[in-house]
């Protein structure tokens, strides 16, 4: 049943962006041109998910667990630091200058394999580079005891 409703919210999260333009590198790189010719419309599509997400969020955060799973999940880390606001930069910088990001991108591949297959490439490299450092800073970090379990 999970992995019906994962396909399921997939394909509307594809179709959704498709509607909305967010496959569209141009359309992308419009909006970021803010010093340029701007296109607001993505601003309107980021402001719908919004207000369709908050009260779902206000709705999930008041039940016990998910409806499909046994557990809410949260974030690792809390913190915002160096290694955050980087990698925020990176991706931000991945953004501007192809236009896609990763979900859009993986429509487009599934549309225009030709046009996305160079930037999926790229993402998983990124993607395995971050996981070997992230695997190398780990071993190089002696472990903390958990205090929050005492």
Known sequence: M????????????GAGLIVSGMTDPARVLGFLDVAGAWDPSLAFVMGGAVVVAAPLFLLAGRRAKPVLGQAFEGAERSK??????????LFGIGWGLAGLCPGPALVVLGLAPQAAWPFVVSMIAGLALGRAFNGASARATPARADVSAA
Request: proline share 0%.
């Open 80 to 89: 915002i630091d160096l290694r955050l606001v980087g990698g925020a930069a």
């Open 2 to 13: 999970i992995v019906v409703a994962a396909f399921l919210l997939a394909l509307l999260f």
